[in-house]
């Protein structure tokens, strides 16, 4: 991935901006973008900016079109297949995990499509959910919006500010979801940890209390 990458950044500038937002573009058109890498591609736009090759607000609006168009694609895609989506055989080893996708967007509503933009494959997937749901396209175009521009504004400006570092960043987004995932273990696991001690507690002062009736009785 770095040497694509690196041949890339050797490109003219109209290269790396048709480039950027093809990929990007496809990846929100399910079922093409599983296998395209569109938060890479936007952290070396970002690069590209960096190095002197590109414009800073170009590449932004490149990057936040090209999501918001792939993901529209996506919709469209999911509202024409249906659950057709969830029961093809491409997708048959990950069924369990586009069924707690669609689980999700059931609890949280369109605010899922805003956290979706930050994870690989759940970013492909969501917008042809939500096209498959019957979600209004409208509803779908301002959430997804919103997310395509935090999403795109940010890899782009982080791709920018690390400059030939890229990769370091693209870990450190692609370790948020991993962090945030060990952050709510450990607070539950507190969270459990304290509950047990009240209880604990509340049952030792029960036993105290009863304890004088056990000798009267006596």
Not at 21 to 41: C, D, H, K, S
Not at 92 to 103: G, K, N, Q, V, Y
Not at 152 to 158: F, H, I, K, P, R
Request: aromatic share 6%.
């Amino acid at each position: 991935m770095d040497t694509v990458v690196a041949l890339l950044l050797a490109e003219p500038a109209w290269v790396v901006y048709a480039v950027v937002g093809i990929v990007v573009l496809l990846e929100g058109a399910f079922p093409a973008g599983i296998l395209l890498p569109g938060e890479a591609t936007a952290l070396a736009g970002g690069a590209s900016v960096a190095l002197g090759r590109t414009d800073l607000v170009p590449m932004v609006l490149v990057v936040v079109a090209a999501a918001v168009v792939g993901d529209g694609l996506g919709f469209r895609m999911g509202r024409s297949t249906g659950s057709w989506l969830l029961h093809s055989r491409m997708l048959r080893s990950r069924r369990a995990r586009l069924e707690h996708l669609r689980d999700g967007m059931a609890r949280r509503g369109p605010f899922s499509l805003v956290a979706a933009r930050w994870t690989a494959f759940v970013r492909t997937m969501v917008p042809a959910l939500a096209g498959a749901s019957g979600m209004s396209y409208r509803r779908f175009v301002v959430w997804n919006g919103l997310g395509a521009v935090t999403w795109g504004a940010t890899s782009v400006v982080l791709g920018a500010l690390a400059g030939r570092s890229y990769a370091q960043v693209q870990g450190w987004l692609g370790g948020g979801g991993v962090l945030l995932l060990g952050l709510g273990l450990a607070a539950a696991a507190l969270l459990a940890l304290h509950r047990r001690r009240v209880a604990a507690a509340a049952a030792g002062l029960g036993a105290d209390r009863s304890e004088p009736d056990v000798v009267l009785a006596a």
